[in-house]
T-cell receptor, first 112, second 113 residues
């Protein structure tokens, strides 16, 4: 089963930053933190991943605490199209083809 | 931008019939996956495939399921004798050996009646 804990739902005002928390207190040293999202019933979409350093790409930023037991996904300027279910997933290694365990995620609603 | 393509988008089949769900992964990817999502539930892993063999499978992936890469471009999921509880959205995904993320297709909605 998924080894992460996320709040079931959150709201965010359009144009504001959306900060989605995730607890992964049992994460081990070779596990990466991934974030995916699913809009309606579409296929999950990759957002970002990291091991221990903070990461940023064109979609979002990922902040991982120093002890790696929690992380926060930041969407800097949320739009209505960011309304989706966001999944925080821990996964062993990279380049391994290991499966992704999807939990129940956080349902983010961006409000106009 | 390259994408994973799944066909058909929606398939209706009678209980007990065989179905084949088709996927065209991104061309330079070597890892392939099938996931499913029953309506209102979590996305669940079924199977991963690498180097022409199954690398990992879940408890859901029992003897009625099989996967195949019949040629250099397609990746298929076969369900031999469908049951009502097989009704779900089935997602194919692929990943490259030098990239960390998996890319998912838009899914095939399977309805067993």
């Amino acid at each position: 089963d998924a080894k992460t804990t996320q709040p079931p739902s959150m709201d965010c005002a359009e144009g504001r930053a959306a900060n989605l928390p995730c607890n992964h207190s049992t994460i081990s040293g070779n596990e990466y933190v991934y974030w995916y999202r699913q809009i309606h019933s579409q296929g999950p979409q990759y957002i970002i991943h990291g091991l221990k350093n903070n990461e940023t790409n064109e979609m979002a930023s990922l902040i991982i605490t120093e002890d790696r037991k929690s992380s926060t996904l930041i969407l800097p300027h949320a739009t209505l199209r960011d309304t989706a279910v966001y999944y925080c997933i821990v996964r062993v290694g990279i380049y391994t083809g290991n499966q992704f365990y999807f939990g129940t995620g956080t349902s983010l609603t961006v409000i106009p | 931008e390259p994408e994973v393509t799944q066909t058909p988008s929606h398939q209706v089949t009678q209980m007990g019939q065989e179905v084949i769900l088709r996927c065209v992964p991104i061309s330079n990817h070597l890892y392939f996956y099938w996931y499913r999502q029953i309506l209102g539930q979590k996305v669940e892993f079924l199977v991963s495939f690498y180097n022409n063999e199954i690398s990992e499978k879940s408890e859901i992936f029992d003897d009625q399921f099989s996967v195949e890469r019949p040629d250099g471009s397609n990746f298929t999921l076969k369900i031999r004798s469908t049951k009502l509880e097989d009704s779900a959205m089935y997602f194919c995904a692929s990943s490259a050996p030098t990239k960390e993320e998996a890319f998912f297709g838009q899914g095939t909605r399977l309805t067993v009646v």
